[in-house]
């Protein structure tokens, strides 16, 4: 199957930093990709799409000014976590869509992000 | 509005045992109903999708699902399980109108030895 990558699997950083996490589609083309966190011991929650060429759609309740999106080409998309602090210490899986299909048929999710804020 | 209830938090089994993680769907049409594995600490794997050719699913790993309308259900089950098959399984669907998936809470399946 297709396959994405999601870089880095663990990132610590310090409050008030900023992380960047990437998303690749590494065999197909993605125009739609989408960004979810995941509590611990929780399911996963649509934080943003991001279409490539065009600004992401954020869901309710999720700071675009926190959590920046770029989806600069066909295979990448990066999350930023801004001015990071404990609290959005979580995990956080990217997911993308092939060009042409729709959800209907399968959405392709990276192995996920263990973001740590100290 | 399209959801998915996991009945079950938690299921326990014994390695050989049968498995049945229970999923009730809520549509206003004929839903697409997905089935995903996720491991501690990992992305998340298909295990199986209907979209609404043949009601019983078979996917990966000896998982099956079978769509009953009349029970609104799309159960996950596999004949006898694995130590492997220890993981968080997610019962999805698909929101045609807002172009994107719905997760159910999950349901995290324990296999004893």
């Known amino acids: 199957g297709a396959v994405v990558s999601q870089h880095p699997s663990r990132v610590i950083c310090k409050s008030g930093t900023s992380v960047k996490i990437e998303c690749r589609s590494l065999?197909?083309?993605?125009?739609?990709m989408f960004w979810y966190r995941q509590f611990p011991k929780q399911s996963l929650m649509l934080m943003a799409t991001s279409n490539e060429g065009s600004k992401a759609t954020y869901e309710q309740g999720v700071e675009k000014d926190k959590f920046l999106i770029n989806h600069a080409s066909l295979t990448l998309s990066t999350l930023t976590v801004t001015s990071a602090h404990p609290e959005d210490s979580s995990f956080y899986i990217c997911s993308a869509l092939a060009s042409g299909a729709d959800l209907r048929t399968e959405a392709f999710f990276g192995q996920g992000t263990r973001l740590t804020v100290v | 509005a399209q959801s998915v209830t996991q009945l079950d938090s938690h299921v326990s089994v014994s390695e050989g045992t049968p498995v049945l993680l229970r999923c009730n769907y809520s549509s206003s049409y004929s839903p697409s109903l997905f089935w995903y594995v996720q491991h501690p600490n990992k992305g998340l794997q298909l295990l199986l999708k209907y979209t609404s050719a043949a009601t019983l699913v078979k996917g990966i790993n000896g998982f099956e699902a079978e769509f009953k309308k009349s029970e609104t259900s799309f159960h996950l089950t596999k004949p006898s399980a694995h130590m492997s098959d220890a993981a968080e399984y997610f019962c999805v669907t698909f929101s045609g109108g807002y172009n994107k998936l719905i997760f159910g809470a999950g349901t995290r399946l324990a296999v004893h030895p």
């Open positions: 065999d197909f083309q993605a125009t739609t």
